[in-house]
């Protein structure tokens, strides 16, 4: 239509320096070799000499490059042009688009472009990336792809929906109780979930969303961003109505573009908080491993020595358990810290035309733009220390055929008594209620006998090899006692409606909401334990991610679960 067009020229610079990014990591070791040793190997002179001409060949290479990366936007379809030796050519038809999105990654953040990637419900072999665009152009793009993915005929959420229920199955096992539920047809005449019904007022929202998706990208102008064009809403025709428009006629329908209206904002105050109350164990254990297995590589060895005799030296008994312990507790905080503001700075949700907009990021700024009516579910999560100061993080489970399993927060720390505000103003469809149907008394055996056994044993072995030491692991059984009689407590589900609530905990209690219409599949069952003291454990299976997500909870009453199952059937059945 306007013929071929090439990315930025700044292109040529963010290959350059993603090479000498690449080269870093050699850096870094030779310049620990210095310290070590009080010189340079002799073998640096050449690894930089070749490390030159390697930047160098790869700009001549690149200005080529260049000049061959384009891209063509046509009446029916997007063709990506590429390669200097090997010249590939990918058609990405508008009607098999399933998200446009923004990302600003450092590099490009730092040169001032835009990284634009259009998704496909195949993947990452369909999808294509444009790297380095420039931010106006990024904008036009995105609006003109999601406009004309909207206009022409829909194809991918069937696809991607057929392809997220066939992979969600259960396995039935010979001991489950014998009740699995799917919807009546799909393109290809597997069983699906249920269509809903048109989207009015106060009414559930229709069973295919409009096609639009989670937007990584730019920020608004408060935020050093520009803001994005708003996209107008597109009303899909029901069967049997109009026959969708032109994409050139629905552009020319596109009424002005409108500033998106702030509705949260996270100040640095606020930011700093969330910060205090987030703790993640695990990462800090993954970090502290990772970062004693590169001293073991590449520190010398005279150094590693003199620290495990200083550490035998001085810490050596309770001292040392107690003086480790806290030391691993500082730096799992720390890092939980440094990580959360990084991740959330400058966190902002907007209301754009129909749409939200999230926006959030410190060295990698994103912005998820995406359709209320695509949202499968609302996950609301409490740790321990949040839930005892009453506040929350929410998020949201959209429908994506990206490989990344992030799924955008909706707010990353509000007050508890805010969050039904918060979900009548942004996605009025869910609702954040409490479990009404709990776990009954016997099941308690249940949910603590594996925990017990797994520590028990633990602690066991321990003093068995270390006869003093190992007693200390006897702490372990009371903790982990207690965190399983807390997940009992707090497991459950609750129905309203078309809603199901879903209540489970492991450290942080999670609170699931979605609606029967987003249920690709749905599993009821039970091991002959349970089943002979009437108990069932439910798990509902849903569209949204990569290969979509399950909620479920465990040891409820027989008669609990049949009537959640009872509520998903009638709704199959109608």
Not at 215 to 234: H, N
Not at 418 to 432: D, K, M, R
Not at 433 to 459: H, N
Request: charged share 20%; glycine share 8%.
């Amino acid at each position: 239509m306007s013929g071929p067009k090439r990315l930025s020229p700044l292109y040529i610079v963010f290959s350059i320096l993603k090479l000498i990014r690449s080269l870093l990591p050699l850096l870094f070791i030779f310049g620990i070799q210095f310290v070590a040793d009080g010189k340079f190997p002799p073998a640096l002179y050449w690894v930089m000499g070749g490390a030159l001409f390697l930047i160098l060949l790869t700009g001549a290479m690149e200005i080529v490059g260049w000049k061959r990366f384009t891209y063509e936007e046509e009446s029916d379809r997007i063709t990506i042009r590429k390669g200097l030796i090997q010249r590939s050519e990918k058609i990405i038809y508008y009607s098999r688009i399933h998200s446009v999105s923004q990302e600003q990654p450092l590099i490009q953040r730092l040169l001032g472009v835009v990284q634009l990637k259009i998704e496909t419900p195949g993947g990452s072999e369909g999808d294509a990336v444009l790297p380095v665009l420039r931010r106006e152009e990024a904008e036009r793009l995105q609006r003109v792809l999601n406009e004309r993915s909207i206009a022409f005929p829909d194809q991918a959420d069937d696809a991607a929906a057929g392809i997220a229920a066939s992979e969600s199955g259960p396995d039935q096992a010979a001991n489950e109780f014998p009740v699995q539920a799917w919807g009546p047809e799909r393109m290809d005449g597997a069983p699906c979930a249920p269509s809903g019904a048109p989207h009015e007022a106060g009414a559930p929202l229709p069973n295919r969303a409009p096609r639009d998706s989670a937007v990584p990208g730019e920020s608004g102008a408060a935020d050093g961003f520009a803001p994005p064009d708003s996209l107008a809403p597109q009303a899909r025709p029901a069967e049997g109505g109009p026959a969708a428009q032109h994409p050139s006629v629905a552009a020319d329908a596109r009424p002005k573009t409108r500033e998106p209206e702030l509705l949260y904002r996270l100040g640095p105050g606020r930011l700093f908080l969330a910060a205090l109350t987030e703790m993640n164990l695990g990462l800090a254990v993954a970090f502290v491993a990772g970062i004693v297995s590169f001293a073991d590589d590449l520190l010398p060895d005279r150094w590693v020595n003199q620290l495990v005799s200083n550490a035998q030296a001085y810490f050596t008994g309770i001292k040392a358990i107690l003086i480790i312990a806290a030391a691993a507790l500082i730096a799992a905080w720390l890092l939980s810290l440094v990580l959360f503001i990084v991740k959330f700075a400058g966190f902002s949700l907007y209301k754009d035309g129909e749409r939200l907009s999230v926006r959030y990021g410190l060295l990698e700024r994103k912005q998820f733009l995406f359709d209320p009516s695509r949202v499968q579910a609302v996950t609301i999560r409490e740790g321990w220390l949040r839930q005892a100061i009453g506040y929350a993080h929410v998020e949201v489970n959209v429908v994506s055929s990206s490989s990344e399993k992030e799924t955008p927060a909706l707010h990353p720390f509000i007050p508890r008594a805010q969050i039904a505000n918060l979900l009548e103003q942004t996605i009025p469809q869910f609702s954040f209620a409490a479990a009404e149907l709990k776990p009954p008394k016997r099941a308690f055996l249940g949910y603590v006998r594996i925990g017990l056994i797994v520590t028990i044993i633990l602690s066991a072995v321990l003093i068995y090899f270390f006869p003093h030491m190992g007693l200390w692991s006897l702490l372990l059984i009371p903790i982990v006692f207690g965190l399983d009689y807390w997940s009992f407590r707090t497991s459950g589900a609750a129905l309203d409606g078309d809603r199901l609530t879903i209540v489970n905990r492991a450290i942080a209690k999670q609170t699931h909401c979605t609606l029967k219409r987003h249920i690709v599949a749905f599993r009821v069952g039970g091991s002959r334990w349970q089943r002979r003291g009437q108990m069932l454990n439910i798990k509902a299976h849903l569209l949204g991610g990569s290969g979509g997500s399950s909620i479920g909870v465990s040891r409820l009453k027989a008669s609990d679960a049949q009537q959640i199952y009872e509520w998903y059937r009638r709704g199959r059945q109608s």
